[in-house]
């Protein structure tokens, strides 16, 4: 079916505000992966979720981004008192598995705060 | 921890020259890597990958990378470029529980 994909695909925000990203993955896949790419950098792991449940969020920068999986397949990231810093593209993948699976990369969603 | 090295920030060729990109990783346990393109406004795709077996690995549109595992390298090979493999590269190692490393990307320009 369809792949990966996310919303938005654009989103400004203010210094302070709260936003949310979604993540839709390809059906099945159990494995989902949020990654943040700043601009000329490759993407940088934030965090991976094995069906409902974080597997490692070690990659996560501080206590302000939060991400959660309540079912298994659509996951949201959250992220808290937004800084300026926080700007770049958010990418999220998915794999059938886990380990040595293919991840598969959505679109991305770009974070401006301004 | 896991880390990926490109060494080549820009490179640009004409159309039929053989291309090389390096890729050295460090991790301390065994490795599955990977390659990666971005063509200008899509999203990333894989071109190749690693998990074991035979270290000369093939991949679409020609290209192929060579695990060299006594130099912790990956590098991606391509004899012929063309003018649409203009996009950026990127070489990931990934190590167990699926989290994956990237390099910072070898943005390739190829000259009709």
């Known amino acids: 079916g369809a792949g990966v994909s996310q919303t938005p695909s654009n989103k400004v925000t203010e210094k302070g505000k709260y936003v949310e990203l979604r993540c839709d993955p390809i059906s099945g896949h159990t494995a989902l992966y949020w990654y943040r790419q700043s601009l000329g950098q490759g993407p940088e792991f934030l965090i991976y979720f094995q069906g409902t449940g974080a597997a490692d969020d070690s990659g996560l920068p501080n206590d302000r981004f939060f991400a959660v999986r309540p079912e298994g397949s659509v996951s949201t990231l959250k992220i808290q008192r937004t800084e300026r810093g926080d700007s770049a593209v958010y990418l999220c993948a998915s794999s059938l598995g886990r380990g040595g699976d293919t991840q598969y990369f959505g679109p991305g969603t770009r974070l401006t705060v301004l | 921890a896991q880390s990926v090295s490109q060494h080549n920030h820009h490179v640009i060729l004409s159309e039929a020259a053989s291309l090389e990109l390096g890729c050295n990783y460090s991790?301390?346990?065994?490795?599955?890597l990977f390659w990666y393109v971005q063509y200008p406004g899509q999203h990333l795709q894989l071109l190749l990958k690693y998990f074991s077996g035979d270290p000369l690995v093939k991949g679409i549109k020609g290209f192929e990378a060579e695990f060299i595992k006594s130099k912790f390298s990956f590098n991606l090979r391509k004899p012929s470029v063309q003018w649409s493999d203009t996009a950026e590269y990127f070489c990931a190692v990934r190590g167990h529980a699926g989290k994956s490393t990237f390099g910072d990307g070898t943005t390739l320009t190829v000259k009709p």
């Open positions: 991790y301390g346990g065994t490795v599955n």
